[in-house]
C-alpha cells in the first residue's frame, strides 16, 4: 500500500485546484485531504509545497514573528540589551539567573523535523517523475535544511544524534533506533561539508533570499566555522564547560582550521563568486539607509531571509514594538525598548568611546537645546537601529520625555503619559510628561527612553493587529560575512586584512576615519558584531562562543559607572537594562537653561533582578524525558 502524505499546505493547494464541481458528482470526488507520496513528487510544485513547510518550520531563536506563547519581539528583550515594556514580561528584568532549559528546542519537535527532512530526502531522490534540474535543487535545498537546523542545535546543545535516514519504529529491539551524541566538532563538520556539498546545486543568484542559494550555503558555512573556531580557541578558558567524550567541547587545536574555513567562506562571498552582494547604500542620510536595509527586501546585502506575505504569513513585530503615540492602533505598542547600556556602546565618528554628556566635570547638568544634541556625532547605527527622543517614524517626531526640572531641581511629571497639569505659578495646564514615556511601570511606552527602529514598518496598516507586517527577517547579510572575515583573519594573525574588511562597515556608519591593523583587537571585533548585529539574534551566540557570557552576566548589579565605562571592552559586566530620560527645564527666573533640556541616567523601577549566567547555561539541558527515551544521550556538563 502506498504511503500517504498529509501536509495542511499541501491540502490548502489540492483544494484551490479542485474547485467547485456539482452536487451530483460529490460522491465520486475522491478525498483530497491526502496525496499519496508518488502523486507529490510527480509535481514539482506539490513537492515544493512540502519544501516550503520544511523552511516554514525551521528553528532560530530569533525572529519576527513567534508565536502566541513566545511573540518574536520577546526574544530580543533580554541580556540587558533592552527592556521589555510589557507586564506579562517583566519577569525577564526580575529574574535572577537563567534555567538550564533555556534557549533549547523541543527535542522531540526536532526530531520529527529532521524526519520529515530526511524523507523528503529519500522521495525526492527515488522520484522518477521530476526532472532532474527540479530534483537536484530540491535535493540540494533539503540537505541546507536539514543542515542548518542541525546548526541551530548544535548552537544549543553541543552534540547531538546526527541521524541522516528516516527511521521507522522497530517492533522488537528500540535500541536500534537510539543513538549517542555525536561529537560538537562533528555536527559543525557535518554543518561546513553539507554546504560545500549542496552549494554548486543552488543558485548564485542574489535575487533568491527566501528560499536557499549558493550564498545562503557559504555564508551558514562561513558562520558554523567561526563558530567553532572560536568554541576551540576560547573555550580552553572554561575547561569545566566540557565533556570526555567531545560532545561538547572542541580542541583548541582544531582553532586555526576552523578559522581559515570561515575566512576562505567569507572571501568567496566577498569575491562575487556566489553572487553579486554588497553593502546596501541608498545614499541620502546614513541612519536612515542603514535602518532601511531592513525593510528593502530587494537590498543587494541580504542574502537568505524569512519572507513574510500579505494574504499569507505576516507578523506582528510593528504592532508590538512600534511608538505608543504614532501606533496604528492605539494599545498595541512599545514593548521592545533599547538600553542605555546598549546605546553608550555606539562610538563618536572620531572613532573614539565616550559617554553620553549628561553633567560636566562639577556633576551639574548639561543643557541642550534640542532633544538629539546629546546624541549628534555618533555612529549612525545608533538613530538606526534606536528610535530616539524626537526622532521620526512615519514621518512625525515619537514624544519621549519624563517630566519637567524646577529651577530647585524637583521634577514635576506624571504616572499617565501625556497628562497636564499647571507649572509652579501658572493656572493653565500644560503636558508634563510624553505620550510615548517614559513613565515608571507603564507598559506599552517606553521604560528606557528609547523605542526599537531596526525591522520596524513604516507602511501604512502595518501596525495593525488585522494587516501586520511583511518585512523580511534577515538571517544571513553581507555585511555579518565582512565581520565574519575580520574576525577570521585577526584570529589568523592578519589584523591588516581584519582592518580592511571591517572598516567597509564601519565607513556605511559614518565612520570615515579607516582603523589601522594595530587597532584591532579582540575587544574591537566584539563590540563591532555588537553594534552592527543588534536584535538580529546574534548577542546570546557570541558571548557563549567567545566564553564571554558568565563574565558579562556575572549576577551582581549595574550601576551607572559601569554602563558609561570600559566602553567598547569585550566582558564589561552588564546585568540589568538602564534607561536615559530626558527633562525639559521650567525655570523662567533663568532664561538661559529655561526651556533647554537635561538628561538623567534612570533604572526601570522594574528592573529588580539581575542577569547571571552560570557554567550550565552555556549549553541547553536535554531533558529527562528525552534522556529516558534514549539513554545513550550524556548530560551537560554543570547541571
Partial sequence: MKKLLSITAIVAVVLGLTGCKKDSDFLNVQPTTFLTT?????????????????????????????????PGWRSFADFSESFPSENGSSYIVQRTGWPYGQWAIDWSTAYTYIREVNLFLERDSASTQLADADKKRFYAEGRFLRAMYYFELCKRYGGVPLILHSLTLPSKDITTIQFPRAKESDIYDFVISEAEAVKADLPADPATKSRASRAAAVAMECRAALYA??????????????????????????????????????????????GAYSLYNNGGNLSDNYANLFIDKASAESIYYEDFKTGGKVHSFTTNDQPYSLSDEGGDAGRLDPSLNLVEQYEKLDNTFAPLATVDGTNNPIYYTNLQDIFAGRDARLAGTVLLPDGLYKGKKVDIWAGYVLGDGSIVTSDEAGHTVALPGTQTKVQVVGTDGPVNGLELRTQSGFYIRKYIDPAVGSGRRGQGSTVAFIRYRYAEVLLNAAEASFELGHPDDAATYMNQVRARAGLTTPLAAGDITFDRIVHERRIELAFEGHILFDMKRWRLAHKVWDGTPTSVTDIKTNLGVAGTHSTQPWGLWPYKVYNPTDPTTNGKWIFRETKPALATGYNKFLFGNYYSQISNDAIAANPKLIRQPNQ
Fill in 229 to 274: 573556531a572560536s568554541i576551540a580557541k576560547y573555550g580552553a578558558s572554561t575547561p569545566a564547560v566540557s565533556l570526555p567524550g567531545g560532545e561538547v567541547g572542541i580542541p583548541a587545536s582544531k582553532a586555526n582550521d576552523y578559522y581559515t574555513k570561515a575566512l576562505n567562506a567569507a572571501k568567496e562571498i566577498i569575491a562575487g563568486t556566489d
Fill in 38 to 70: 508518488d502523486q507529490v513528487f510527480s509535481d514539482p510544485n506539490l513537492a515544493l509545497t512540502v519544501l516550503a513547510d520544511l523552511y516554514n518550520r525551521q528553528e532560530d531563536i530569533s525572529s519576527l514573528d513567534g508565536n502566541s506563547n513566545d
